[in-house]
Structures are given as C-alpha cells and as structure tokens.
C-alpha cells in the first residue's frame, strides 16, 4: 500500500451537478498531483499543488479546481459535470513534485450521466 | 494532447518471450518515470531515469534513457503471466508536469 487514500472509491453524478473528491498524502510529501484517466488511456494530469499552492496545470478548464491543506491533504473539485469528465480521477503525493517517485491512490470511479 | 508517445499500444507475448515497448517525446525530458498499472489498479512506480544514457535492470526488465533525453525503453525478458499490465512512460517537462505516454497492454499467452 502506498498510504495515499481517495474518497470516494466510486461516485455517480447527474451532468450539470458538482462533485468533491479527497485525498490524503503519503506522511512526509508535500505534493499533490491530481490525473483523470480515461478507460483505455494514460492519466492525464489536471494540477498539482505544493505547500498549498497550485504550482502547474495541466489542459483542463477553470471548472476543475482543487485546493491543497495545511496538511497536505488535497480535495479536487468539478463543477458543471459533462458526461465526457467520467473517468477514474488519481491523487499521487510525491516529495518536491515530478522529482521523485509519485505514489498513487486506488482511485475515484465517477460517472456522470 | 499527450506530449508522449508511447508505443506499441498493445503487446501480445507468448510467456518466455522478450518484448519492448518505447516512449517518445518532442521536448527534451528533465526525468522519465516508468509505471506498471494492473487491471483494476492504479500505477505503481517502477523507476526513475534522469541522465542521459542511462541504464537500469530490475530482474528480468531493462530500462534506457536515450542520449538527448527525449525517448526511453522498457525491455522485458522471459515474459510471466505476473507481467500482464499496462505500463506507462511518464516524462517530467521543464515545468514540472509529468506527462504520461498512453501505455502499453501487455497480455501473455501461457
């Protein structure tokens, strides 16, 4: 196990509605990165937060935000869910971003329909 | 869109065969990661290249980072059943994203 937990592990959404999804860190990293994989796909990186801050971003719109805690906890949000944003949506936590290793969750499954 | 490329995109193996699977980007690489994601799964972190040139073994997998930075291989051995997967190539860009290639299904015949 990597120590990095996501909830929730399977959500169902209505298009138009918004959706919370949570992670918590390997203890001892100080970065988040969030990824949407979709089936058949490599992940596809969203931002990624260190101490707090969004520090890059990948091609999503303003509609994907996150936020990162003291603790290093993370939540990504969504709002205005499309059908094309279901997918399995992957927290990894690393030490100074892409540098080292990154160690993922187990994922949230959405389905927006 | 993906700034890696990562073929093949699929790989049928007969168990005891070798194969390999390649990444390529268009911009120079600060580091290549290599990812093994089992169905159902989520990707486990293999291993970290950052020189250029470089080489490393784990048991029966093999795995190189071109001279300019801008490609990597994976080169498995002796294929077993445990190596079914997808395995993703992962470069990090000079802003720090980690952009992952779209994998390789691997699939062994016993």
């Known amino acids: 196990e990597t120590g990095v937990t996501q909830s929730p592990t399977h959500l169902i959404k209505t298009r138009g509605q918004q959706v919370t999804l949570r992670c918590s860190s390997q203890s001892g990293h100080n970065t988040v990165s969030w990824y949407q994989q979709a089936l058949g796909q490599g992940p596809q990186f969203i931002f990624q937060?260190?101490?707090?801050?969004?520090?890059g971003r990948g091609n999503f719109p303003p509609r994907f935000s996150g936020l990162q805690f003291p603790n290093y906890s993370s939540e990504l949000n969504v709002n205005a869910l499309e059908l094309d944003d279901s997918a399995l949506y992957l927290c990894a936590s690393s030490h100074t971003g892409g540098l080292t290793e990154a160690f993922f969750g187990q994922g949230t499954r959405l389905t927006v329909v | 869109g993906q700034q890696v490329m990562q073929i093949p995109q699929y790989q049928h193996v007969q168990e005891g065969e070798d194969f390999t699977t390649y990444c390529n980007s268009s911009t120079t690489l600060s580091n290549i990661q290599w990812y093994k994601q089992r169905p159902g799964g989520h990707p486990v972190f293999l291993i970290q290249l950052v020189k250029s040139g470089e080489v490393k073994k784990q048991k029966r997998l093999t795995f190189q980072f071109g001279e300019a930075k801008k490609n990597s291989s994976l080169h498995i051995t002796a294929t077993q059943t445990t190596d079914v997967g997808t395995y993703f190539c992962a470069g990090l860009l000079h802003d720090y994203k980690l952009s992952f290639g779209a994998g390789t299904t691997v699939t062994v015949r016993a």
């Open positions: 937060y260190y101490r707090e801050e969004e520090n």
